[in-house]
């Protein structure tokens, strides 16, 4: 029963916190007007363009993927790698962060790939996306440090008090507090019986996440990682040019609503729905945009991204089985 409860509040709690904030933040909108312009007032050109740039974004994801898996003499398909990707994506829509463990129960399925030892590359795929995103929000910060102060003074957040917790003896003592404590349960598990049992299953893990030690063609994955990630900005960047109240805007601007969005979905809710709705809008209205367009440029935009997660989701499921039905079959 116990199960039961805590299965339904994984699924239920990001939706309704999701649907709260959309409801909030959408509680006076027009949704007549937001219907016309999806309809008549988009330019259905550059949103295809963005969608290419979606799919390839995934697509590279699964390429990359095999090189990490190939640097532990792992070789699954390559389309199995992609699918596994569209399936993680469309998975995490209904149960968030949940996608990454599905891709690699494909692979054990398909491929008899360790189940520990992907795991363990996607646990290195999510520092190193972890690492892009501080990268690319240090960039952003520094040649957009006044919009972002803006950003914080409207939404009520005090960025010197975060400074401050930084820089504060407290934090350091806390935070060292949790290393040592980590490190005391660390010695007790050593102890006790069912140690040994899950040992096995974290050093296939710990194995997958330093696998890029091992990987082949370091520069070709460092090449990977940059297009994933230009392909992320690409897709949200040329919506602007969907709508003319958003084509004016440069691509720092693009380049600042892409970090918040992006920071926004941090928040465990379907595809940040919600949360990234809220920093969106609140950053184009910095740049000039009234608070209806952007409630728009919002809606839209975020739609149909998560249709296309969907799209994506489905066409992985449905082509994993058929292009490895022989494979099934001789198992």
Known sequence: MNKLIKKTLKIVFPLLLGGGILIWVYRDFDFENAKQTLLYGMNWWWMIASL?????????RGWRWKMTLAAMDAYPKTSNCINAVFVSYATNLVLPRVGEISRCGILAKYDGISFSKSL???VSERIIDSLCVGLITAMAMLTQMKTFTRFFEATGTDIHSITDVFTSPQFYIVLFSIIAIAILLYFLLRTLSFFEKVKGVVL???EGVISLRKVRNFPLFVLY???IWGCYFLQFYITFYCFSF???LGILAGLVLFVGGTIAVIVPTPNGAGPWHFAVISMMMLYGVSNPEAA?????VHGIQTLLVIVLGVYGLLALPVMNKKRVASS
């Open 52 to 60: 290419f740039f979606g799919i390839m974004s995934h697509i590279i």
């Open 120 to 122: 363990g590359t996607v």
């Open 204 to 206: 296939n893990i710990w």
């Open 225 to 227: 990682t940059v297009l």
């Open 246 to 248: 958003s084509a004016g």
């Open 296 to 300: 728009t440029f919002a809606l839209i």
